[in-house]
Structures are given as structure tokens and as C-alpha cells.
């Protein structure tokens, strides 16, 4: 008899344990994943799924942050390899799919085989679940689970969850698109709970894949779409929701996940031959002191210590401005020598440190973008405003030679002028421009050159800016930089920009002459003629600026457009990749090559004589209220 009251008080305790367990596993995820998940590791053997890496807690902070706070989750995750995100995703839809009903969890990937390797690790779940958390099955496939009762008769008595994970291919998504259904399997009634896209970059059509999935998903709590991939060169829909987020433009929360952020990316993973890249005591008290230099500007003697460690340019930025450490540094180079074919290239591809380093261009970079990310690192946050006027009744048009007297600069975060350093009183300034029909496709951008110091030091980009607008603006621009020189490009709708800035009478612009062969006679063009020649002339010398370091450039959005620019092999040609711009970049380019061709103190240079190449020249007379400006002022040409 005692033994019977002992058993039951037993078996009431147990089934207690038993509802504070399931409901612990219910509200905490991390401890559900690690009692109840099992995965596949790298060795291919059944292993608990484990504590987060701390990569993939910055992920599931995320997560719960939404929900807690009732917001739907938005993530777009960029990554280096092997950081198991797309198995902390399947996690989350795999608790949501088995505990609550009704939910539907969808899976894309960008091919087949990769979406039959995530429907394995739904199903590697499932299978190695306890019996105490695991709800009924009625079907499975190699597409689709749905957690109901197996039953047809009494599934209206006990019908179970309801809830389901579907995987689909976004190479067969993006055929199957068309009329009523958004992607495949996917209609305009359909609900989706929680999405998962993987490796989005490598989708074919992708923002149109992708929209017909998430077209499907409600802006409601506890809903989930989360985006990630590595990246695949710049340009495409990946790339672009990427900055997008960055900049706030989207509602997706974006997630960088470096190399070095993994656990196992360090000296002692480098696998058999690890005894020669292990860091010796000797060498991490030297990687000590030569942190501690740099941290303190040292600089000299961080050289010192740096140079007997073997630490190179690209390593000392990854200690200065990451914070890797010297275990980082040895798996690194292991790492490029080991699985990279000693190419730092490849490894920037694979295991990026930046996110400006991840989209390496994937056709042939024009510029060298090692260089570029030299200058990345030296950036610049601007001071965005707008330039105005208070007089109402200045008349820009008829008045521009002269400036107006309450020209400022006015801070506006919705502005679309951004200014790294104001105009100072004793330097001279060029501002070259790239106009735009201003109807929401490229962008009218200026960007203003420092000729003193030889440094960008403004820009302004706007792709609803008409052509006469942007005249007004560079206007406004040369007046607060000291009577800049003015180059806006001769092409297209920079004619009309160029011809409104020359009726304003504005002193000091910029004019290219083009000689005729049928006429046997040169042709004053105001502004900056753009041609195949002087096309490829003007990236050649701001490659070589670049390279040789001769120019300093801190501004993130001309970097940015020259990280895009790749050489088309087919058509011999530099152009940006598709879906990018250069419209900052083509700005920067003129005003440099314009800089060159002036000289420094703004004094006529004497003719040169071999009329092949063109000949400098006075700009004709615009105004006579200008007349006596001519000898100050003219602006000789060449090209």
C-alpha cells in the first residue's frame, strides 16, 4: 500500500516535470534546441544540436527581441561560410511548425540540392525527437511536412497541429511565376508564417522570386522572413535589400557575420599539420605589445613588432579596426594557404571581414579594389544638408555671376548635399557633375574637388533632380566653394544643365573644344564632352590616382560605385554591374581630370601646338556685365 502512494506521488511529480519542461521548451528556445535537436555535424555524425555559436545568438537575439517587443521579424543576414545560420533558421520554423497550430513554414533555396539538404535537417529533426515533444505526422515528402493527425477517421476528433514546412527551389520558383501565383506553389489567397530564403544572392530572377514568396507573409507578430546568404559580387536583389537595410530604406534589420566571429576560425582548428601554426608564448606577448601600439597611435613601434610578426598592411586594418587577435591572424593565414590556393582573393570571397569586402565584384574589378578598401577604412561621415537662399527675389537665372548675399548651408538629414569638409578661404575647388532626366532611374550627382589638398570633399546625388535643377544646385555649390571651376558633362541631359549654367553668366566654367574634320575648325563645347576617348581617359587617371595614392578620397559613396565598376569582356568596356550606379563615380572622375587640365593659380596656360589633340582657348563672351572678368577669369581648354 505505501509503495502504491509512493508510485503515484512519483508519477504526479514526473508529469509535472514533464508540463514545466515542455513549457520551458515552449517560451525557450535555446534550451528546446539543445534537449531535443539533433543535427549532422561536418563528420556526418548524429550530434546534439548544442549551444549557439555566438554568431548564430546574435541571430536568435533578434528573433526573440521581435517578439517580445510584437514586431514581425525582418532579417537580411550576410555572411562568411560555415556559421550554421541556415541551421538556426530551420530551427526556429521547426520549433514554430511543432508547437503552435496553423502555422506554415516555407524553405527556398537557390537549387535543388541544396533544398533537399535543408528538407534533411527538418527531417533529421523530427525523426530524433522525444516522443514528448514530437506532435503527429500525416505526410511527408521530399517537399513538405504537415503535422496533423494520420488518421482520416479520427482526424476530426483529434486533428492535430495543422501546421506544415514546405521547401521549394527558387530555380523552379522562378519559372513557374506568372498570373495568378507568385512562385511556385505559392497563390495570391496563400499564408506564409515564416520564410526562410538561403543563399538569395545566387537566385535566378531573384526579386521577382522573391516578392512572390514574400508577398505571401503578413506584417503581423510572430511572423518571420529571414534572408541570408553569402554574397555573390555586387549588383541583383541580394546586394541591393542589403544596403538598402543599411541605410534604413527597407524594413529589414541587417546582420553582418564576419570570418572571424566563428568559434573554430582560429590556431587551434588548422587541422593536422596545426603545430606549426600555433601561436608560442614568445609570439602572443609580442602580438600584446603590438596591439597596445596601435591602440595608443603608436605607430612606430607597432611597425616594429609588426614587421618581426610578419603582419602586413591588410592584417594590421583586421587588428586595428576589427580587433582580431593573433589566433585569428594564424588561422587566417593557414587558412589562404591550405583552402585558398595562397590567393587573398579567394578568401575575401569566401570569408570576408567587411561587408564592403564580401560584394568583391564577380566580374574583372577596374579598379584595385585592395586600394579601395584602403580608403574605405578612412571614410568619412558627412554633415547632409541643403544650400539656400533667403532672398525670394533673386533671380538666379539673370543674376548668378554674382552670388547671393544669404547663400548657406543649411543641415537637413533629408537633405541630398553631403559635406565632409566646408569650403576654406584659401583653396580653390572644381565640381564635376553627371546630370540625369530626373525621373527616378540614375541619379544627377556633383562632387566637389579640393584642389589645395587634392581631396573630395562634398557630393550631392538625387535621382529626381531635372537637369535645370541641377544647374541651380551646382550654382549654389560654386558660389559657397569659392567660385568653383564648373565641369558638368556635355551629354545628353547635362547639355541642358551646361547651357543653363553658361546663360547665367556664371564666370568660371569649364569648356572642351572638338575639332571638325569637315570644317577644319575646333567647336566651343561648355562643360565636360564625354566620348569613348575621353571615357576611357578619365577612369585611366583616376585608377592610376587611386593607385598611386595621389588623391584622397573619404567619401563612402564614390568608393562604393567603384567597388561596382567591373570590366565587360564582351564589349570591352568599364561599366557598373547591372543594377548598380556611377553617377557619384563619374562626377568624382570629371573633376579630377578637369583639375589637371587647369592650372593651379587659374591663369591661361599658353596654347599648345599640335592641334591633333585639341587646343585651349578663351570660352566666347557670355555677358558684357563679365566683359572686364575676361583676363581673370577665362578658362583655357584642353583635351
Known amino acids: 500500500m505505501r509503495h502504491t502512494r509512493v508510485s503515484k506521488a512519483r508519477e504526479d511529480n514526473l508529469k509535472r516535470e514533464m508540463e514545466a519542461h515542455i513549457a520551458r521548451c515552449l517560451l525557450d528556445r535555446r534550451y528546446y534546441y539543445a534537449a531535443h535537436l539533433k543535427v549532422v ?87 530524433n525527437l522525444d516522443a514528448m515533444v514530437r506532435p503527429m505526422k500525416r505526410f511527408s515528402n521530399r517537399k513538405e511536412m504537415l503535422f496533423e493527425n494520420p488518421d482520416a477517421e479520427t482526424r476530426r476528433v483529434t486533428p492535430g497541429l495543422g501546421s506544415s514546412i514546405t521547401v521549394r527551389s527558387a530555380s523552379s520558383g522562378a519559372k513557374k511565376i506568372s498570373g495568378s501565383q507568385g512562385a511556385a506553389g505559392v497563390g495570391r489567397g496563400d499564408r506564409i508564417d515564416m520564410l526562410h530564403g538561403s543563399e538569395v544572392a545566387f537566385w535566378p530572377r531573384g526579386e521577382e522570386t522573391f516578392r512572390g514568396f514574400a508577398q505571401a507573409v503578413p506584417d503581423e507578430p510572430d511572423t518571420m522572413v529571414v534572408i541570408e546568404s553569402t554574397a555573390n559580387g555586387q549588383g541583383g536583389f541580394f546586394y541591393d535589400t542589403w544596403w538598402q537595410a543599411v541605410h534604413g530604406e527597407v524594413d529589414y534589420t541587417p546582420i553582418f557575420i564576419p570570418w572571424y566571429e566563428h568559434p573554430h576560425y582560429c ?89 564592403e569586402e564580401a560584394f568583391i565584384a564577380s566580374g574583372r574589378p577596374r579598379f584595385n579594389n585592395e586600394k579601395i578598401r584602403v580608403f574605405i577604412d578612412k571614410v568619412k561621415s558627412p554633415e547632409t544638408g541643403v544650400l539656400t537662399t533667403a532672398d525670394e527675389h533673386y533671380d538666379w537665372q539673370r543674376e548668378a555671376f554674382q552670388a547671393p548675399k544669404e547663400l548657406k548651408f543649411e543641415p537637413d538629414k533629408k537633405g541630398w548635399i553631403h559635406i565632409i569638409e566646408p569650403p576654406r ?46 544647374a541651380r544646385q551646382m550654382l549654389f555649390a560654386g558660389w559657397h566653394y ?10 545628353g541631359p547635362g547639355m541642358l544643365t551646361t547651357h543653363t549654367i553658361v546663360e547665367s553668366g556664371y564666370p ?48 563612402k559613396a564614390i568608393l562604393d560605385e567603384a567597388l561596382t565598376f567591373v570590366l565587360d569582356e564582351k564589349r570591352n568596356r568599364a561599366d557598373h554591374l547591372a543594377g548598380c550606379h556611377d553617377d557619384v563615380l563619374f562626377a568624382a572622375m570629371i573633376a579630377l581630370f578637369v583639375h589637371n587640365q587647369v592650372s593651379a593659380d587659374d591663369v591661361p596656360i599658353k596654347e599648345v601646338p599640335r592641334q591633333a589633340r585639341g587646343w585651349r582657348k578663351t570660352p566666347p563672351k557670355v555677358d558684357d556685365k563679365i566683359e572686364s572678368q575676361k583676363d581673370d577669369d577665362q578658362l583655357l581648354l584642353f583635351l
Open 41 to 127: 555535424s561536418e563528420q556526418s555524425k548524429l550530434v546534439p544540436f548544442g549551444q549557439l555559436f555566438p554568431t548564430q545568438a546574435k541571430i536568435q537575439d533578434q528573433i526573440d527581441s521581435d517578439r517580445e517587443e510584437g514586431r514581425p521579424t525582418r532579417l537580411i543576414v550576410l555572411k562568411s561560410r560555415r556559421h550554421r545560420i541556415s541551421t538556426l533558421v530551420a530551427a526556429n520554423i521547426f520549433h514554430a511548425c511543432t508547437f503552435y497550430e496553423n502555422r506554415r513554414g516555407y524553405v527556398v533555396a537557390h537549387d535543388v540540392d541544396t533544398t533537399q539538404t535543408l528538407f534533411r535537417m527538418h527531417s533529421v529533426f523530427y525523426e
Open 482 to 491: 569659392n567660385n568653383a571651376w564648373l565641369a558638368p558633362e556635355y551629354n
Open 267 to 355: 590556431a587551434s582548428y588548422v587541422g593536422r599539420n596545426r603545430g606549426e601554426w600555433l601561436p608560442t608564448d614568445d609570439e602572443f606577448k609580442r602580438f600584446q605589445d603590438y596591439q597596445g601600439h596601435l591602440l595608443t597611435n603608436e605607430d612606430s613601434k607597432a611597425a616594429k613588432i609588426g614587421a618581426m610578426l610578419g603582419i602586413d598592411d591588410e592584417e594590421e586594418r583586421l587588428v586595428r579596426n576589427q580587433g582580431v587577435g593573433w589566433d585569428n591572424l594564424k588561422w587566417r593565414r593557414w587558412c589562404i594557404r591550405a583552402r585558398c590556393g595562397g590567393k587573398t582573393d579567394i578568401f575575401h570571397v569566401e570569408y570576408p571581414s567587411t561587408p
Open 425 to 470: 578661404e584659401d583653396h580653390s575647388y572644381i565640381i564635376g557633375a553627371d546630370a540625369s532626366h530626373g525621373v527616378g532611374q540614375d541619379s544627377a550627382a556633383f562632387v566637389v574637388f579640393d584642389r589645395t589638398e587634392r581631396r573630395f570633399v562634398a557630393y550631392g546625388k538625387d535621382p529626381w533632380l531635372k537637369p535645370d535643377k541641377l
Open 508 to 555: 568660371r566654367m569649364y569648356y572642351t573644344q572638338r575639332y571638325n574634320t569637315l570644317q577644319q575648325s575646333f567647336t566651343d563645347h561648355p562643360g565636360f564632352h564625354t566620348d569613348n576617348r575621353t571615357r576611357d581617359m578619365i577612369i585611366d587617371r583616376f585608377d592610376v590616382a587611386l593607385e598611386n595614392e595621389s588623391v584622397d578620397v573619404p567619401i
